[in-house]
C-alpha cells in the first residue's frame, strides 16, 4: 500500500501543476484581451489623428471663406455662418482638450486655444470695419492680419494631428514592453512547470517504481532461493537416508573392534580417531535431515526467560573453560507461545557461534527485552531474545551469504545452523535478524510474538 506521505507529496505536486497550468493559461487570456484593446487603441489613435487634421482644417476653411465672402458682398448670411462655424470650432477646441495625453498635446492644445482666440479677435476687427466701410469692399491691407492669424490657427491644428498621431510611438512602446513582460512571465511559468514535471517524475520513480521494482527483484531471488532449497532439501534427505544406514553398521562394526584392542595401544587411539570422525559424520546427516524435513514446532506459553536460563547453566561453564564469559542479563517478566525445546536449540546454535566469534578472553550476552515490530504487515508487541559477541564482526562479503545454506566460514562448519535457525524461527511465527559491525561484535536477535491476556 502506497505511503500517505507520499501519496500527500504526489498531489501536492499534482495540484501544483495544475494550477500553474490554469495561472499560464489564464495569463495568455488575459495578454491577448490586452493585445486586442492596445490594437483597438492604435485604430482609434490613427483614426483620431486624421479626424483632428480633417476637420480642423475644413471647420477653419469655412470660417475663412465665410469672412471673405461677407468681405467681398456684405451678406449677412454669410455672417450669420461665420460667427455659426466660429462658435462650433471653439467648442470643438474645447471638446479635444480632455482627450490630449501628452505634455505636448497639451501644450498645443493651449496655444491652439489662445490663437483661435486672436483669430476672432481679428475677424471681429474686420467685421467692425466692413460695417463701418457700409458697402465698400475689404482691402488686402485689412485682410492681411486676420489671414496671418488664420495662418498660424491653422499650423497649429497640424501641429496638433502630428503630436497626437505621434503618441501612438508612446503607446507602441507600451505594447513592447508587455509583450516583453508577458514572454518573460511565460518563460518563468514554463521552467516552473517543467521543474515541477520532473520533480513529480522523479518522486513517482522513487517512491513508487523504484521501491517495487526492488521488491520484485528480492521475491524475484527469494523465489529461486526456495525453488533451490528445496531441491537441495530433496537430495540432501536422499543423501542423508543412504549414508546413515552404513554409518550404523560401521559405528557397530568398529564398537566391537575396539573392545579386542588394549588399553593403551596405538590401534586402540586410531579407532577412537575413527569413532570421532563417524560421530561428525552422524552429526552432519542430522543437520541435512532437520534442514531437509524440519520438524514442526509443538507451540505452548512459556515464559520467556526460562529458555535463556537453561542455555546460560548449560553452557556458561564448558565456556568458562575456553576463557569466555557467558553473562545474562535481568529480564523483564514476558510470556511467549513455542516450543522451548527448539527455541533452545537456536539459542545455543547461536551462543556457540558467538563464543566461536569472541574467542579466548571474549565475553558472550544474553539478554531479554520488549518492543514492537512489525511482522505479518502488523504492528505487534515481541519479544526480543539477543546474543551479542565481542567479536570482530562479519565481513560484508560474508554477511550477503550469511544465510544461505552450506556456506561457512568455519574450517570444520556444515553451513546449516543458521539457515535451520531462521526456518525453526519462521515456523514460529517470528524472525531471525541481526546487526554487526567490523571491530565492535555481532547481536543476533529472535523476534517472536508476545502472549497478552
Not at 79 to 101: C, R, V, Y
Not at 163 to 174: D, G, M, Q, Y
Not at 412 to 421: D, V
Amino acid at each position: 500500500m502506497m505511503n500517505l506521505r507520499v501519496q500527500l507529496r504526489i498531489v501536492a505536486l499534482a495540484t501544483a501543476i495544475g494550477l500553474l497550468g490554469l495561472s499560464i493559461a489564464f495569463l495568455a487570456f488575459k495578454s491577448e484581451r490586452q493585445f486586442e484593446e492596445l490594437r483597438t487603441r492604435l485604430k482609434q489613435v490613427d483614426s483620431e489623428s486624421y479626424r483632428i487634421a480633417d476637420q480642423f482644417k475644413e471647420s477653419l476653411s469655412q470660417l475663412n471663406s465665410s469672412l471673405v465672402r461677407f468681405s467681398s458682398n456684405h451678406d449677412p448670411t454669410d455672417l450669420t455662418n461665420f460667427l455659426k462655424a466660429s462658435h462650433e470650432l471653439d467648442d470643438w477646441i474645447d471638446d479635444q482638450k480632455p482627450k490630449m495625453t501628452s505634455d505636448l498635446e497639451k501644450a498645443l492644445v493651449q496655444q491652439l486655444d489662445v490663437a483661435y482666440t486672436n483669430y476672432v479677435r481679428e475677424s471681429k476687427t474686420v467685421v467692425a470695419r466692413l460695417q463701418t466701410l457700409g458697402k465698400q469692399n475689404a482691402t488686402l491691407e485689412m485682410l492681411t492680419p486676420f489671414l496671418a492669424q488664420a495662418q498660424i490657427l491653422s499650423d497649429l491644428g497640424q501641429a496638433l494631428a502630428r503630436a497626437h498621431f505621434e503618441s501612438r510611438t508612446t503607446l507602441l512602446s507600451h505594447v513592447n514592453q508587455t509583450i516583453s513582460e508577458f514572454r518573460v512571465w511565460q518563460l518563468i511559468s514554463l521552467g516552473c512547470l517543467f521543474l515541477l514535471g520532473i520533480a513529480l517524475a522523479i518522486l513517482v520513480y522513487r517512491d513508487l517504481i523504484s521501491p517495487l521494482r526492488a521488491r520484485l527483484i528480492e521475491d524475484q531471488a527469494l523465489l529461486e532461493r526456495q525453488e533451490k532449497l528445496a531441491a537441495l532439501g530433496l537430495l540432501a534427505a536422499g543423501v542423508a537416508h543412504e549414508i546413515r544406514n552404513p554409518l550404523t553398521a560401521i559405528k557397530a562394526a568398529l564398537y566391537v573392534q575396539m573392545k579386542k584392542f588394549q588399553a593403551g595401544s596405538p590401534e586402540l587411539a586410531d579407532a577412537r580417531v575413527v569413532e570421532r570422525e563417524i560421530s561428525r559424520l552422524e552429526k552432519i546427516v542430522s543437520d541435512f535431515l532437520l534442514f531437509a524435513r524440519p520438524a514442526e514446532p509443538c507451540l505452548a506459553v512459556a515464559v520467556a526467560e526460562t529458555p535463556l536460563q537453561e542455555v546460560h547453566s548449560l553452557l556458561g561453564p564448558p565456556l568458562a573453560k575456553r576463557g569466555i564469559r557467558l553473562d545474562l542479563e535481568p529480564a523483564p517478566e514476558l510470556r511467549i507461545k513455542a516450543d522451548l525445546a527448539q527455541l533452545k536449540q537456536v539459542l545455543i546454535n547461536l551462543v556457540q557461534n558467538a563464543a566461536d566469534a569472541a574467542g579466548r578472553g571474549g565475553l558472550v550476552t544474553l539478554r531479554l527485552r520488549k518492543d514492537r515490530k512489525r511482522i505479518a504487515s502488523q504492528d505487534t508487541a515481541v519479544a526480543i531474545f539477543e546474543v551479542t559477541d565481542s567479536g570482530k564482526g562479519i565481513p560484508p562479503d560474508a554477511q550477503k551469504r550469511l544465510f544461505d545454506p552450506f556456506f561457512t566460514t568455519k574450517e570444520n562448519g556444515t553451513g546449516l545452523g543458521l539457515s535451520i535457525a531462521a526456518g525453526i524461527i519462521q515456523k514460529h511465527g517470528g524472525a531471525l535478524q541481526y546487526q554487526t559491525q567490523v571491530d565492535c561484535g555481532t547481536t543476533f536477535g529472535i523476534i517472536l510474538p508476545l502472549v497478552t491476556e
